[in-house]
């Protein structure tokens, strides 16, 4: 979506400014709401809730990724961790327990000892002033720079467009951070200042509306029109020699997407563009050498 944006704008103008970093500093993103409220779950004794983790991970993983069933699953299945392992397995899309299901026993092997949170703890501030502040420096960290912006980067420039994020100008971005956690997360307002600064000059319509992303249909793309294609790529031989993942557990993903069983498309995504970023930088670079 952002590379069509870009291709449009760029048929008026040459520079457009963005809102990049604005979720970041302001707390505008939902989960940064569940983890501060996380903090009232910490007052249950941690052995029950360990015991109240467990069982909720013996539940089926059913329904919409966003609704209510899901959420609440996973918010309790992680409710023993300490705070930072506890936001990342919510926001991991490969939680362990699918990991374990999914990889070949030879690649489980390989990954003792290894653990996939280490490059996300390593900028979550375990000293920061709440919960919030630290879950919105590991953003800055991380998110903003891994992927929000080098996106809007390589899709504007795809067309000439040059693109501005006047948010992410560090002056503005220690301002923002100095400021107390409740001044950006009121209750369960988000980005409360900034609404609050923003009234004078919008209407309450644009202030007000519900927050949407700016995706693609992949789970219906996965159903229908990318179906065969997942499936030969994901299901090919070279793909299940690698060794990293057990056809079987692969291929049930698929099936259980497709009947509508379960909503794998985020997961069965990044499994097919790993496959392809394989056979783009590894097996070209072999077939080279």
Known sequence: PTYYLAKMTRQHVTVALNGDAGDENFAGYGRYAGHALSSHYDAVPRPLRRAVGALARALPESGHPRGLYRRGRRFLAAGGEEAARRYLRWIALFPEDFKRRIYTAEFSASMIGRDSFDLALASYDTRARSLVDAVLALDVATYLPDDLLVKVDIA???????????MVDHVF???????????????????????????????????????????????????????????????????????????????????????????????????????????????????AA
């Open 156 to 166: 504007t420039m795809a067309h000439a467009l040059e693109a501005r994020a006047p």
């Open 173 to 287: 971005m220690e301002f923002a951070a100095s400021l107390p956690s409740h001044m950006k997360l009121r209750r369960l307002t988000k980005k409360y200042i900034l609404k609050r600064a923003a009234r004078p000059l919008l209407p309450a319509a644009v202030i007000d509306r519900p927050k949407m992303g700016f995706g693609v249909p992949i789970d219906r793309w996965l159903r229908h029109e990318l179906r065969d294609m997942t499936h030969d790529v994901l299901l090919s031989r070279r793909a299940i020699e690698r060794g990293i993942f057990r056809e079987a557990a692969v291929r049930r993903v698929l099936e259980e997407h497709q009947s509508g069983r379960w909503q794998w498309h985020l997961q069965i995504w990044s499994l097919l563009f790993l496959e392809m970023w394989f056979r783009r930088f590894i097996d070209a670079r072999g077939a």
